[in-house]
């Protein structure tokens, strides 16, 4: 009986019977990445994200990582001249999702980016922020050591592993940097 009289709220002030939670879940469109529904919550979230920023992705595990690579790179970076396209690896790159690089507090996609920064400062500061997408529920030691494993390969001068275009571009880009380092 005190089940039966417990509600819940949803932001909207809606209140809702507690049995009737399933007809509720029905009304709020879930986000499906690799065949697991993503919580209400985390779906709000990747919604509104993509409702923010426009994107028209009929794909939700591709729109999932474009959030993911979303949060962490503005977690260290905040929102400036963010480019969400030019923070994806690829759909089939090995082991990383997502690439940021931040070079004096500022987004850089491409060589020319960097040496405006080395133009305006003389020096350079960088961050390398790499992500790796999981919607498990769990935590899996195996495909943290395969994040690491490919994070070590991409830092290293043996990092012919990777093949997509968006993959040679980073190391590209973290090329000159090592190499302008000076």
């Not at 500061?125 to 994070?151: C, G, I, P, R």
Request: charged fraction near 30%; include cysteine; proline fraction near 0%.
């Amino acid at each position: 009986r005190r089940q039966r009289q417990m509600c819940i709220r949803d932001r909207s002030d809606i209140i809702i019977d507690y049995f009737d939670k399933k007809r509720y879940n029905s009304l709020i469109k879930l986000v499906n990445v690799g065949g697991k529904l993503m919580d209400r919550i985390t779906s709000s979230l990747i919604r509104q994200f993509s409702d923010d920023y426009e994107l028209h992705l009929s794909n939700d595990t591709v729109l999932f990582e474009y959030f993911c690579n979303f949060c962490a790179a503005t977690n260290e970076n905040g929102l400036d001249d963010i480019e969400l396209e030019e923070f994806t690896t690829g759909i089939s790159a090995q082991g990383i999702d997502g690439i940021a690089i931040i070079v004096n507090n500022r987004f850089v996609y491409s060589i020319d980016d960097i040496n405006e920064m080395i133009r305006l400062n003389k020096t350079i500061k960088v961050k390398f922020v790499l992500v790796q997408s999981k919607t498990s529920d769990k935590f899996d030691n195996t495909e943290m050591l395969n994040f690491f494993h490919y994070a070590k390969k991409f830092f290293s001068e043996d990092n012919h592993i990777f093949s997509t275009v968006e993959m040679t571009r980073f190391i590209e880009l973290k090329n000159y940097i090592f190499d302008n380092a000076s």
